[in-house]
T-cell receptor
Framework: GAVVSQHPSRVICKSGTSVKIECRSLDFQATTMFWYRQFPKQSLMLMATSNEGSKATYEQGVEKDKFLINHASLTLSTLTVTSAHPEDSSFYICSARDRRQGTVTGELFFGEGSRLTVL | QKEVEQNSGPLSVPEGAIASLNCTYS??????FFWYRQYSGKSPELIMSIYSNGDKEDGRFTAQLNKASQYVSLLIRDSQPSDSATYLCAVTNAGKSTFGDGTTLTVKP
């Protein structure tokens, strides 16, 4: 199956600092990538849809100025948590769909996830 | 009503038994359906995909889809302790996937 690499897997930062998480599709091109947040024992919550070369589409209730998403190429999307606070501590996961499969039926390939702890 | 509903569980079955996981969805325009397995602290991994009504088998896993009833299920035969995880049902329409809250399965040796 296709591989999506996410980095870093764990990050601890101080309150008020910014953290960048990278999501790369290693063996396929992804026109669209998705960013999720997951709190313990809860399901995935879609934060935003990242489209290559255009602005991300954010879900209702997600602050676009706090969670900056950049999708500069067909294989890389980044999520920057700006001015992080303890309540931002969570498991952040990206996923991507192989553009060759199309947007209608293609399965999602997930990155390994990044666990953010804000002190 | 949630767009994708799953029994939260926990579902507990003995080793070797059949585990049955169920999912209902509300969007009749949904086009593709997936089951993902998520181990604690890890990201989801694809188990099965199904696109048309009926059954689809892959090893010990069988996915069943009934679009008229808006229902999709996953059967795990000969359950193993390593199958213990949370199983997420995902429903996709026009490229957007919606996930259920997941069913936690425990397979007891």
């Amino acid at each position: 199956g296709a591989v999506v690499s996410q980095h870093p897997s764990r990050v601890i930062c101080k309150s008020g600092t910014s953290v960048k998480i990278e999501c790369r599709s290693l063996d396929f091109q992804a026109t669209t990538m998705f960013w999720y947040r997951q709190f313990p024992k809860q399901s995935l919550m879609l934060m935003a849809t990242s489209n290559e070369g255009s602005k991300a589409t954010y879900e209702q209730g997600v602050e676009k100025d706090k969670f900056l998403i950049n999708h500069a190429s067909l294989t890389l999307s980044t999520l920057t948590v700006t001015s992080a606070h303890p309540e931002d501590s969570s498991f952040y996961i990206c996923s991507a769909r192989d553009r060759r499969q199309g947007t209608v039926t293609g399965e999602l390939f997930f990155g390994e996830g990044s666990r953010l702890t804000v002190l | 009503q949630k767009e994708v509903e799953q029994n939260s569980g926990p579902l507990s079955v003995p080793e070797g038994a059949i585990a049955s996981l169920n999912c209902t969805y509300s969007d009749r325009g949904s086009q593709s359906f997936f089951w993902y397995r998520q181990y604690s602290g890890k990201s989801p991994e694809l188990i099965m995909s199904i696109y048309s009504n009926g059954d689809k088998e892959d090893g010990r896993f069988t996915a069943q889809l009934n679009k008229a009833s808006q229902y999709v299920s996953l059967l795990i035969r000969d359950s193993q302790p390593s199958d213990s995880a949370t199983y997420l049902c995902a429903v996709t329409n026009a490229g957007k996937s919606t996930f259920g809250d997941g069913t936690t399965l425990t397979v007891k040796p």
